[in-house]
């Protein structure tokens, strides 16, 4: 269960600035292994620009001090956690292709000994058809694709690399 909320500023007619939060509680169970649940609080900036060409650029760094049990022991470790994203326009007769690059990474110190770090990168896009009158309301077709590219590594040896396609239509 997560919850994000935020507050923003319009810094200037293409230039948003803002303060998020962002509220978490999650259960993990690996195989053969105990179950680790965490609760978090992040909080840090995040902003919006809308580029001369009108692609968009927005982003976030947070940080908090997420409270982890395992195997009922209680520890309070740190988090951080940035993002970028790049987001382009481009207009055609009916349609709306938005492509888009985006780069994550995340920290965590579970306790004093331990780090896991991940990184990801997604490439996508979306389009966005016009939208068409109809005698029940307005329609409007919609699709998206993605890939992520992920890394994943900690200080217990482990080490992950993996790649997830989606698609969605509507």
Do not use: C, H, K
């Not at 293409?14 to 259960?27: E, K, P, Q, R, V």
């Not at 195989?31 to 060409?53: H, I, K, M, W």
């Not at 690059?101 to 780090?115: C, F, I, K, L, Y």
Request: proline share 4%; hydrophobic share 35%.
């Amino acid at each position: 269960v997560s919850l994000i909320l935020g507050a923003e500023t319009d810094l200037s007619a293409t230039t948003t600035l803002g303060l998020m939060a962002y509220i978490g509680d999650s259960t993990v169970t690996a195989p053969g292994s105990p179950s680790v649940d965490r609760t978090e609080l992040l909080v840090g900036p995040y902003f919006a620009t809308t580029l001369g060409n009108g692609d968009l650029l927005s982003g976030y760094l947070t940080y908090g001090q997420p409270q982890y049990t395992i195997a009922n022991a209680v520890t309070t470790g740190e988090s951080y956690t940035a993002a970028l994203t790049w987001t382009g326009s481009v207009e055609r007769d009916g349609a709306d292709l938005a492509p888009f690059v985006s780069v994550s990474a995340r920290r965590e110190m579970p306790n004093a000994t331990d780090r896991i770090d991940a990184t990801i990168l997604t490439i996508g896009s979306s389009i966005n058809g016009d939208l068409v009158a109809t005698d029940r309301g307005v329609r409007q077709l919609f699709g998206r694709v993605e890939m992520d590219f992920g890394d994943y590594s900690d200080t217990l040896g482990t080490a992950i690399r993996y790649s997830a396609p989606r698609a969605g239509l509507g």
